[in-house]
């Protein structure tokens, strides 16, 4: 499976960006995919990540209560909804696989198939 990521952009703080996951490839398999982002000159941190099914999601501390995650498997895709935005959230966000159907952990390691990712720039 391939991803890419897109719908990022300059927005205030406080406001409100859905950025998009769209997957290529093998798409029929069952695999979970996450979110990741890096700020600049900092390292890559875990946001969210969603089963299969959609069922089951996690996030990582900073972003729980204002990011959702969801996915729509007819179209292929998975979406971050990211609101009350803050400067801190400024980062270029990915998508990827995780390496195995079930949630593994919040390590890039446990993740594969890394897309490119789309920055995300929050103003003061």
């Known amino acids: 499976v391939q991803l890419q990521a897109s719908g990022g952009g300059l927005v205030q703080a406080g406001g409100s960006l859905r950025l998009s996951c769209a997957a290529s490839?093998?798409?029929?398999?069952?695999?979970?995919v996450g979110w990741f982002r890096q700020p600049p000159g900092k390292e890559r941190e875990f946001v969210a990540a969603?089963?299969?099914?959609?069922?089951?999601?996690y996030y990582g501390d900073s972003v729980k209560g204002r990011f959702t995650i969801s996915r729509d498997n007819a179209k292929n895709t998975v979406y971050l909804q990211m609101n009350s935005l803050k400067p801190e959230d400024t980062a270029v966000y990915s998508c990827?696989?995780?390496?195995?159907?079930?949630?593994?952990?919040?390590?890039?390691?446990?993740?594969?198939?890394w897309g490119q990712g789309t920055q995300v720039t929050v103003s003061s």
């Open positions: 990827a696989c995780g390496r195995y159907s079930y949630y593994s952990g919040s390590s890039p390691y446990e993740y594969i198939s």
């Open positions: 490839g093998r798409t029929s398999s069952r695999y979970l």
């Open positions: 969603i089963n299969w099914s959609g069922a089951s999601t």
